[in-house]
């Protein structure tokens, strides 16, 4: 082919980049927490599924009875009233503190402001106001606000009996990760991601390690976090339901530059190892291969407007040898 014949190409200025696609599934984990030594019958299920919990809210009710949540690391083992001491009298006087019902530190000593405390509170549940405080009336958690869901089986109807795991309290943020086929190559580590989380909303992390699969020896999934190994739904955390949801995820293979764009087709290779383009007026101008995405590249050398040749295969030159560039076979 000689240049007259050779197709004309106008570069115009275009983002190039090279991505692939994966499903990214966001996941909280959670840590089990038990009723205690609660018994009855489950009359309904308050914990919210939308937001988290603080100390107060009602997670369920047993024979009509509310169960709150309340901040602490000492299981509810026994009835507790008047007279009582110990490290759970004073954990209970810290969640009534946190209501306002209780005005002074923590003694971990059941007395008289105690019980008044008590009864207050009962009192604003809708409860008998006798200053005790049931073995079932509190489930408490390490730590407070918390986003947490019940079991499967604690349903309207189900018999709680002590120590029955009811709830799990979830991690703070979900583990977000790409899955890996069977077979398939996993995106290198601390390659971008970008992960379509929602209608105007993109979580933006690297990969940051693999999750074997133990029987193949090779990666199941790819572990993506956000900037300094935080989680990469940032503030939005909140929005991933309970029982985990599937996005789309584009990884960025090559990082995407905008400039003037030709196809690799016009892009020759000189007898130094450089690039060049034939341009429409016949002659050779070097160009800078920035970026290629399989089919175009972005360059430095030409500007929007200009006419390139398509198929550089015009008459060998002092300074080019008229042999196309080798195409990748990545198909971007």
């Keep these: 082919m000689n240049l007259v014949d050779a197709p004309v190409y106008t570069v115009i200025e275009d983002e190039v980049g090279r991505s692939t696609t994966y499903t990214a599934t966001a996941q909280w984990s959670g840590t089990p927490i038990a009723a205690g030594a609660a018994e009855g019958t489950v009359t309904s299920v308050d914990v919210p599924a939308d937001r988290s919990v603080d100390a107060g809210d009602v997670v369920y009710t047993v024979g009509l009875r509310p ?66 405080v049931r073995a079932g009336d509190i489930v408490y958690v390490p730590a407070l606000p918390a986003r947490m869901t019940v079991t499967d089986d604690i349903v309207p109807g189900a018999v709680l009996t002590p120590g029955v795991v009811t709830a799990s309290v979830l991690a703070e943020a979900p583990e977000v990760e790409l899955a890996i086929g069977d077979g398939a190559t996993p995106p290198p580590l601390h390659t971008p991601v970008i992960i379509e989380a929602g209608p105007g909303t993109e979580w933006r ?73 034939l341009m429409a007026d016949e002659s050779e101008r070097a160009v800078e291969v920035l970026v290629v995405d399989g089919s175009r590249a972005v360059v430095n050398g030409v500007e929007a407007g200009d006419e390139v040749c398509l198929f550089a295969t015009g008459p060998a030159t002092e300074t080019g040898s008229g042999e196309p560039a080798e195409t990748p076979t990545d198909d971007g």
């Design 205 to 277: 992390g690297t990969v940051t390690e693999y999750r074997m699969d133990p029987e193949l020896a090779q990666p199941a999934a790819a572990i993506v976090k956000g900037p300094d190994d935080t989680a990469v739904c940032g503030d939005t955390c909140d929005t991933v339901p309970v029982n985990g949801a599937s996005y789309t995820a584009r990884v960025q293979l090559v990082e995407a530059r905008t400039g003037p764009v030709v196809p690799l087709s016009a892009i020759g290779t000189a007898p130094d190892g450089g690039s060049f383009v």
């Design 67 to 132: 169960v709150i949540v309340g901040e602490g690391t000492v299981p509810s083992f026994r009835d507790l009233s008047e007279d009582d001491e110990g490290p759970d009298v004073a954990q209970l006087q810290g969640v009534l503190a946190a209501a306002g019902y209780f005005r002074v530190a923590p003694d971990g000593e059941f007395g008289p402001l105690t019980v008044a405390a008590v009864k207050a509170w009962q009192k604003d549940l809708g409860i008998e106001a006798d200053g005790i």
